[in-house]
T-cell receptor, first 112, second 116 residues
Framework: SQKIEQNSEALNIQEGKTATLTCNYT??????LQWYRQDPGRGPVFLLL?????KEKRKERLKVTFDTTLKQSLFHITASQPADSATYLC???????????FGQGTELSVKP | DADVTQTPRNRITKTGKRIMLECSQT?????MYWYRQDPGLGLRLIYY???????NKGEISDGYSVSRQAQAKFSLSLESAIPNQTALYFC???????????????FGPGTRLLVL
């Protein structure tokens, strides 16, 4: 079965630095990949989507890359702020089934 | 997201009891989902429904059942609750059409369930 792996250890960075989170998957490539943000005690909120034929997507301070050769997506937050502290989930959608498969998430902590 | 509501928000129950978690949405979406979230395991799909007449099992459906009463309502039942069903439960919705951004999922605030 398909597996998704995100950094299990929390990522701690200083305010103003760029945070980079990793999402790796096994087997075949998904049709697209999404990134969500989850705050404690709340449901995930959609941030960005990138398709398998796209290498990079940007939205304000956020950037997502998708490398089907490495089977990896990277999620970058530039000029990070304490308000960016949250857990970030990647989710993959394959052509069959119509379901999203979520990674376990990586907790990001941005210190002032 | 106020467009997707879940009740109750918190629930404590005893082993063997039957309980129901309810989800309502005002987004007009056809597709609805139930997930559970456990520390270190991420979101796991319990059941999903692509329309009122279409209900499918997810990866961890044992011990759960669902009912899609209307386009806007999707309920999750634990027939006989057990302690390892203690978790955070989320309902989510997405549009009925396939393809990229339309499959973005919108999550409710979650129900925290404790089974003693």
């Amino acid at each position: 079965s398909q597996k998704i792996e995100q950094n299990s250890e929390a990522l701690n960075i200083q305010e103003g630095k760029t945070a980079t989170l990793t999402c790796n998957y096994t087997n075949y490539s998904p049709a697209y990949l999404q990134w969500y943000r989850q705050d404690p005690g709340r449901g995930p909120v959609f941030l960005l989507l990138i398709r398998e034929n796209e290498k990079e997507k940007r939205k304000e301070r956020l950037k997502v890359t998708f490398d089907t050769t490495l089977k990896q997506s990277l999620f970058h937050i530039t000029a990070s702020q304490p308000a960016d502290s949250a857990t970030y989930l990647c989710a993959l959608r394959y052509n069959q089934g119509g379901k999203l498969i979520f990674g376990q998430g990586t907790e990001l902590s941005v210190k002032p | 997201d106020a467009d997707v509501t879940q009740t109750p928000r918190n629930r404590i129950t005893k082993t063997g009891k039957r309980i129901m978690l309810e989800c309502s949405q005002t987004k007009g979406h056809d597709r609805m989902y139930w997930y559970r979230q456990d520390p270190g395991l991420g979101l796991r799909l319990i059941y999903y429904s692509f329309d009122v007449k279409d209900i499918n099992k997810g990866e961890i459906s044992d011990g759960y059942s669902v009912s899609r009463q209307a386009q806007a309502k999707f309920s999750l039942s634990l027939e006989s609750a057990i302690p390892n069903q203690t978790a955070l439960y989320f309902c989510a919705t997405s549009e009925g059409k396939s393809g990229g951004i339309k499959e973005t999922q919108y999550f409710g605030p979650g129900t925290r369930l404790l089974v003693l």
